[in-house]
């Protein structure tokens, strides 16, 4: 069975940085584009940063310049590096395997638990 754990959130204060990181069972990371996404309290899941599988990144215009995705296939890994947090960036963050990169349509997989990660001002 497919899994997929995110791991590195917490407690941070506003313009502090964290590290997720996505583990993936067998070869999801080689086989597939991937991307992080995130939900806040009350709101539906959104969009954060996809990267093909040929490396190309794209990100939500709110993290922009902000955010860092990458991937590691020997580790069948994905990151997301996040710099100057604020507020708002405070959610649960998720990985997955988009059928369309940047699109919140369909995922190829189930969701995992997600890592928290909360941002005080």
């Known amino acids: 069975q497919v899994q997929l754990v995110e791991s590195g959130g917490g407690l941070v204060q506003a313009v502090g940085s964290l590290r997720l990181s996505c583990a993936a069972s067998?070869?999801?990371?080689?086989?597939?584009?991937m991307g992080w996404y995130r939900q806040a309290p009350g709101k539906q899941r959104e969009f954060v940063a996809s990267?093909?599988?040929?490396?190309?990144?794209n990100y939500a215009d709110s993290v922009k310049g902000r955010f860092t995705i990458s991937r590691d296939n020997a580790k069948n890994a994905v990151y997301l590096q996040m710099n100057s947090l604020k507020p708002d960036d405070t959610a649960v963050y998720y990985c997955?395997?988009?059928?369309?990169?940047?699109?919140?349509?369909?995922?190829?997989?189930?969701w995992g638990q997600g890592t928290q990660v909360t941002v005080s001002s």
């Open positions: 997955n395997a988009p059928w369309v990169l940047t699109s919140m349509g369909a995922f190829k997989y189930n």
């Open positions: 067998g070869s999801i990371v080689t086989r597939n584009d």
């Open positions: 990267i093909s599988s040929s490396g190309i990144t």
